[in-house]
């Protein structure tokens, strides 16, 4: 998955959430407020290790 695809699964996912993306395809299979949640979603699918992130609060820029 290129980060171009990464940071538009971001930004159409909404603030603050957990989602669980399958590796080979690239979609969304799981999503929650939790990483309990979005894993569990994602079992439901049939994926049993995707790739879980937490998408940002904002996308304001953060000084650091």
């Given at each position: 998955?290129s980060?171009e695809?990464?940071?538009?699964?971001l930004?159409?996912?909404?603030?603050n959430?957990?989602?669980?993306?399958?590796?080979?395809t690239?979609?969304?299979?799981?999503?929650?407020?939790?990483?309990?949640?979005?894993?569990?979603?994602?079992?439901?699918?049939?994926?049993?290790?995707?790739?879980?992130i937490?998408t940002?609060?904002?996308?304001?820029?953060?000084?650091?």
């Amino acid at each position: 998955m290129s980060p171009e695809q990464r940071i538009k699964i971001l930004r159409e996912s909404g603030p603050n959430v957990w989602i669980a993306i399958d590796e080979d395809t690239g979609r969304v299979i799981g999503k929650g407020p939790t990483y309990e949640a979005a894993v569990a979603m994602a079992e439901q699918a049939g994926q049993r290790d995707p790739l879980v992130i937490k998408t940002p609060p904002t996308w304001e820029p953060m000084v650091l």
